[in-house]
Nanobody, 122 residues
């Protein structure tokens, strides 16, 4: 069992940066790949970024590539999403999730956090 709690969301202006953090608990955290997803009102939950259990591999959605960076700290049981050059279209609830392998597919993630709101004003 893995429990996930996100933090770091907020209201920022276009061009600003935010750093989201996901705190994980559970003995098997190290064996999971971790991902970030986002969901805007009335839209589906979309993949943002993922990182392998070893932190050696990462995936990014094309819409955030070059602006967002995912990282994990195994010693602290945390996963972070550094978001730079934010745009109004990045506005959404951001979710942290855990999957048994590195994947972009939302249905393959087994554990989810409660989400944190990110709002980017123009």
């Amino acid at each position: 069992q893995v429990q996930l709690v996100e933090s770091g969301g907020g209201l920022v202006q276009a061009g600003d940066s935010l750093r989201l953090s996901c705190a994980a608990s559970g003995r098997t955290f190290d064996s999971y790949s971790m991902g970030w997803f986002r969901q805007a009102p009335g839209k589906e939950r979309d993949f943002v970024a993922a990182i392998s259990w070893s932190a050696g591999y990462t995936y990014y959605a094309d819409s955030v590539k070059g602006r967002f960076t995912i990282s994990r700290d195994k010693a602290k049981n945390t996963v972070a999403l550094q978001m730079n050059s934010l745009k109004p279209e990045d506005t959404a609830v951001y979710y942290c999730a855990a999957a048994p392998w590195l994947t972009k597919e939302v249905q393959q993630y087994q554990y989810w956090g409660q989400g944190t709101q990110v709002t980017v004003s123009s």
